[in-house]
């Protein structure tokens, strides 16, 4: 399977415990996003990079939100002291670059925080 | 910055008729648009893209048809299938090195 993929599926954390999240980018893209997903809602954009350059970030990603991407090829983002806002699906695109071309979802972490 | 605004949440059809999937957008400089499909616990899948420089683009059962005055996007679907019950998401792009934004979706349910 040459898609992008995103490790682990599931993850139930308590409060305040840190969480690290893996995504692995089809592999000849050099440009992978980060978003997030509510029960209802769209995907709402967290980062970017092109190749290890983190880009962009949005405005929803607070302090406790980190995203490295260190040799251009597979990307962590990491929360720190979870709180129950943070549950969600997070979805890891990958694309070629380039200003118009199509980006590819993996299948998304849930996050449950209790 | 962008808005994707949503013309109908859900939408019924029967099976074999066709769908129209709506969508608006709201920066007149956005270039690119995707229409995605989410089917329950998965991550979107690609159906579609086109660009400004097109009013309609045609896939296999799909047509995304694009109204860049009036800033609308639909999406149509011949001969609905039970398959093709999901989420469809639309999602904008503005020129220059900026992120997909997403519509709220509409969820597709088809009849048989």
């Known amino acids: 399977d040459t898609g992008v993929s995103q490790d682990p599926r599931h993850k139930i954390t308590k409060r305040g415990q840190n969480v690290t999240f893996r995504c692995d980018p089809i592999s000849e893209h050099n440009r992978l996003y980060w978003y997030r997903q509510t029960l209802g809602q769209g995907p709402e954009f967290l980062t970017y990079f092109q190749n290890e350059a983190q880009l962009e970030k949005s405005r929803l990603l607070s302090d406790r939100f980190s995203a490295e991407r260190p040799k251009g090829s597979f990307s962590t983002l990491e929360i720190q002291r979870t709180e129950q806002g943070d549950s969600a699906m997070y979805l890891c695109?990958?694309?070629?670059?380039?200003?118009?071309?199509?980006?590819?979802f993996g299948q998304g972490t849930r996050l449950t925080v209790v | 910055g962008e808005s994707v605004g949503l013309h109908l949440p859900t939408l019924s059809v029967q099976e074999g008729d066709n769908s129209i999937i709506n969508c608006a957008y709201s920066?007149?400089?956005?270039?690119?648009f995707i229409w995605y499909k989410q089917e329950s616990g998965k991550g979107p899948q690609f159906i579609i893209d086109i660009r400004s420089n097109m009013d309609k683009r045609q896939g296999q059962r799909v047509t995304v048809l694009l109204n860049k005055t009036v800033k609308h996007l639909s999406l149509q679907i011949a001969a609905t299938q039970p398959g093709d019950s999901a989420v469809y998401f639309c999602?904008?792009?503005?020129?220059?090195?900026?992120?997909?934004?997403f519509g709220k979706g509409t969820r597709l349910s088809v009849i048989a």
């Open positions: 999602a904008v792009k503005a020129s220059g090195n900026t992120p997909l934004v």
């Open positions: 695109a990958s694309s070629l670059g380039g200003l118009q071309t199509e980006a590819f």
């Open positions: 920066n007149s400089a956005s270039d690119y």
